[in-house]
């Protein structure tokens, strides 16, 4: 039976082990792919899209190496493998569109860290994982 493992990925150290656990539950394991995302959201003015939209490449294009470099880790490993940056056209919380990148890819399970962002911003834009667990419909690992 196939199994495919979503990752969520910030850069934090959370999200780090998040993938040293997809490398556990995938390795050996016949028939099971990991896909790890990070989602860039909506950022800078919204009155000014084209503004927003240079700052949401600015940003994926700085994460460009490390999902180059997870690539190369899993790969080494003979983990398949499929990494994304998936952009959200809002300011939402990043939850909801990992959970619906889960739905569009027959997702079994997210791994993800319990939170990659802290203080303030956590308390505004509300808890990534607590949204996965919220909304997935499958199974959710979170890392602490």
């Known amino acids: 039976m196939k199994r495919n493992i979503l990752v969520a990925y910030d850069g934090s150290e959370l999200s780090e082990k998040a993938l040293q656990e997809a490398k556990l539950q995938a390795g050996g394991v016949p028939e099971t792919e990991v896909y790890v995302i990070t ?3 909506q950022a800078g003015p ?3 899209a084209a503004i927003a939209k240079s700052i949401q490449y600015e940003v994926a ?3 460009r190496p490390d999902m180059e470099k997870i690539n190369r880790a899993f790969e080494a490993e003979d983990i398949p493998i499929h990494t994304d940056i998936v952009f ?3 300011n939402r919380n990043a939850g909801a569109k990992i959970c619906e990148y889960a739905d569009e890819h027959d ?3 997210i791994i993800a860290g319990s939170r990659g962002l802290g203080g303030m911003k956590k308390l505004l834009l509300g808890s990534v994982s607590n949204q996965i667990v919220q909304e997935a419909g499958c199974p959710v690992l979170v890392i602490k």
Do not use: E, K
């Open 61 to 63: 294009d700085s994460l």
């Open 46 to 48: 919204s009155t000014n």
């Open 39 to 41: 989602v860039v959201t």
């Open 107 to 109: 997702i079994s399970l």
């Open 88 to 90: 959200a056209n809002t």
